[in-house]
């Protein structure tokens, strides 16, 4: 695809993203402080998860998405590597995934934020956590604020994310302070010992975990997909990720660890477990305002990430749009801010729909827990052809200097890198099927989880088949 037609029809994307900005935009969109309070449930053996996570997917992750972009750092990212290495069906079925997947993402993460927001308000706002009424209010009133926001452009846009990525650091700040300041006076909520540190992978609940620690790994991706609108992205994407590889696991380790300090294992709850922490903590050390404090930053941290992905998967159907497998139309910029304006619209229109149907159809932590994992399934799709991708792109650039061989180890490090990607990947695809311990429905939980991602893949290749024309010519 030639440059002009790739920048579309209002004026072209803006190169507006340099390494500092890409490092604020991974920590804002993989740092979900809600993962602490997930990992923090299982225990101290979570923090030895967290560190076969970093190696078995976190670290191939990071070299595969470095050489990839190094052969194409085009707008698209990783649609553009499936659709090179197997084909333009195959490209559209990672880009579809990756996009629809977020469109479930969208309404769990807002969940999240408008229960850690009640905690500004004391005991006296918590009971809202379970009322449709005020999750569907405060959702969807952020939700178009942050489509509204990013219209206007990326410039702008990207302010959401870099304040939250700031928030993010503030509330690790918060809990390693309060978390040590309590240790010291009055000792660890949860006890630590070597025993209790090893993972017992006999049990289902430990391979659960795992899944979502994964999940809570995955994100590099995006920068690339944002290619377009990087300055120099050869050079920006890899500095940006390695410091922000380094940041991100040292948030979710130590930052898991220092909650289980603060709170029992058994008391912490998956949704709002960091503003629970906190608030706990300033009971401990006598400072009742820092609940408040923490509530409201992590309230930030949460909106930053939620404006990285919304700006960064909206450029997806925008790329497809400009291949005509989806309407042309999510392939416009606007006239005036260069953005694409329609993919976003769209994209919030369809996530308010399913945020109306995730609070009048169960109840609030069955919603998230089931949002959670239809996430997973569909986004863990685009990085099985992701990791596939890796070795056939190095074979089909051996001999031609297409892009940088960043994988060591030659052939064989691009295999293994390959094959722990890929394995961790399709574990966490499988197990995210499976319904969670004490499930009300388990039957029908697999149904909703697994008919509801089946049915949403069927819908993408209807449009493909639709749109796509026999005689047309590959896009380059």
């Not at 194409?72 to 559209?92: R, T």
Request: contains cysteine; charged residues 10%.
């Amino acid at each position: 695809m030639t440059t002009e037609t790739r920048e579309g029809s209002g004026g072209g994307l803006q190169r507006t993203l340099g390494v500092t900005d890409l490092v604020f935009l991974y920590i804002a969109a993989i740092v979900g402080i809600r993962w602490l309070s997930t990992a923090a449930q299982m225990g101290p053996s979570s923090l030895v998860l967290w560190l076969f996570a970093v190696v078995i997917f976190f670290i191939p992750s990071g070299l595969a998405v470095m050489e990839l972009s190094s052969r194409d750092a085009g707008e698209g990212g990783i649609y553009l590597w499936a659709k090179a290495a197997f084909g333009e069906q195959h490209g559209f079925i990672v880009g579809w995934t990756y996009w629809i997947n977020n469109l479930f993402y969208f309404p769990g993460l807002l969940l999240f934020i408008a229960g850690a927001f009640l905690f500004l308000g004391g005991s006296e706002w918590l009971g809202l956590g379970e009322s449709a009424y005020y999750n569907a209010a405060f959702s969807l009133t952020l939700l178009w604020l942050i489509i509204g926001v990013n219209i206007i452009g990326l410039s702008r846009g990207k302010w959401i994310q870099n304040v939250g990525a700031m928030a993010t650091a503030a509330v690790f700040m918060l809990l390693a302070v309060g978390g040590i300041w309590a240790w010291a006076e009055h000792g660890s909520a949860t006890e630590f010992t070597l025993p209790s540190l090893v993972p017992n992978f006999g049990q289902f609940s430990t391979l659960t975990f795992f899944a979502t620690m994964t999940f809570a790994f995955a994100g590099l991706e995006l920068g690339p997909v944002l290619g377009g609108e990087i300055k120099n992205p050869g050079r920006s994407l890899p500095r940006a990720m390695l410091i922000s590889g380094l940041i991100i696991a040292t948030i979710y380790i130590l930052g898991t660890g220092l909650l289980m300090v603060a709170v029992p294992q058994g008391e912490i709850n998956i949704i709002t477990g960091i503003p629970q922490a906190l608030a706990a903590i300033g009971d401990r050390i006598a400072m009742p305002g820092l609940a408040i404090a923490g509530a409201l930053l992590v309230v930030m941290s949460s909106i930053g990430g939620l404006g990285a992905w919304f700006s960064g998967v909206s450029r997806i159907p925008y790329v497809i749009g400009i291949d005509r497998y989806l309407p042309a139309a999510l392939g416009r910029t606007h006239p005036k801010w260069g953005t694409p304006h329609i993919a976003l619209i769209t994209q919030g229109v369809v996530v308010t729909l399913l945020m109306i149907a995730a609070v009048t159809e169960s109840t609030i932590e069955e919603a998230y827990i089931m949002l959670l994992d239809m996430t997973i399934i569909l986004y863990f799709i685009p990085f099985l052809y992701m990791f596939a991708a890796l070795p056939a792109l190095r074979k089909k650039a051996a001999g031609n200097n297409a892009g940088v061989s960043l994988v060591p180890g030659g052939n064989a490090g691009v295999w293994l890198c390959s094959g722990l990607g890929f394995s961790a990947t399709l574990l966490s695809v499988v197990l995210a099927m499976l319904p969670p311990a004490g499930s009300s429905d388990p039957q029908m939980f697999v149904l909703k989880v697994g008919g509801g991602c089946l049915l949403f893949i069927v819908v993408g290749l209807i449009f493909y088949y639709r749109n796509r024309s026999p005689g047309r010519a590959p896009t380059k």
